[in-house]
């Protein structure tokens, strides 16, 4: 198969060439840029081109968005410091969730076998979770309520509410979230 003949690219856009383009020139200058302070700024370019994004929303610097016009975010969510959203398709964010620095959310891989083709499905991540540094969220997947992704972890399906999910777990822990361990 040459790559360059595989189905997909342009067909997730959502948007003119022009809403593409100039979506790239807004996002290195306003929201991944790292010399840029300001949240709210981040935020209001995002808006402008598309995001629903609630009060309350911290968005650090070194962020990156791929189609703004896919993502939603509710209230008082913090996203952090070098979070890439490679949205190809909805990713929504639901209120009072943390993103930690570094981690990867992609709705987007290929066909191994056959064409190579492009295969999106969207992310929902309920209220109340932390998807703590460098995680990454595959496509097609659900992070309940209240649930804890620890550090490094790649979550390929979906994740019962209330759970604490790590990279060096073999299934999946239930449990309170803010427990206090006896040592």
């Given at each position: 198969m040459r790559l360059r003949d595989a189905p997909g690219d342009r067909q997730t856009w959502g948007g003119s060439?022009?809403?593409?383009?100039?979506?790239?020139?807004?996002?290195?200058?306003?929201?991944?840029?790292?010399?840029?302070?300001?949240s709210r700024l981040r935020v209001?370019?995002?808006?402008?081109?598309?995001?629903q994004i609630g009060p309350g929303v911290t968005f650090r610097p070194r962020t990156r968005v791929r189609f703004p016009w896919k993502l939603t975010i509710g209230a008082?969510?913090?996203?952090?410091?070098?979070?890439?959203?490679?949205?190809?398709?909805?990713?929504?964010?639901?209120?009072?969730?943390?993103?930690?620095?570094?981690?990867?959310?992609?709705?987007?891989?290929?066909?191994?076998?056959?064409?190579?083709?492009?295969?999106?499905?969207?992310i929902l991540i309920e209220a109340g979770?932390?998807?703590?540094?460098?995680?990454?969220?595959?496509?097609?997947?659900?992070?309940?309520?209240?649930?804890?992704?620890?550090?490094?972890?790649?979550?390929?399906q979906n994740v019962p509410s209330n759970t604490v999910l790590g990279s060096d777990r073999s299934a999946y822990v239930t449990r309170p979230r803010f427990r206090q361990e006896q040592e």
């Open positions: 060439r022009a809403r593409v383009y100039a979506w790239s020139v807004a996002e290195l200058l306003f929201v991944t840029n790292p010399w840029q302070i300001s209001a370019v995002l808006r402008l081109f598309g995001a008082d969510t913090w996203i952090g410091e070098g979070v890439w959203i490679h949205n190809q398709d909805q990713v929504k964010i639901e209120h009072d969730v943390v993103i930690s620095q570094e981690s990867f959310l992609t709705t987007g891989s290929h066909r191994h076998r056959s064409d190579m083709g492009l295969v999106t499905r969207p979770t932390w998807v703590t540094s460098r995680c990454m969220i595959l496509g097609g997947v659900t992070i309940g309520r209240s649930s804890l992704i620890e550090p490094m972890t790649v979550v390929q």
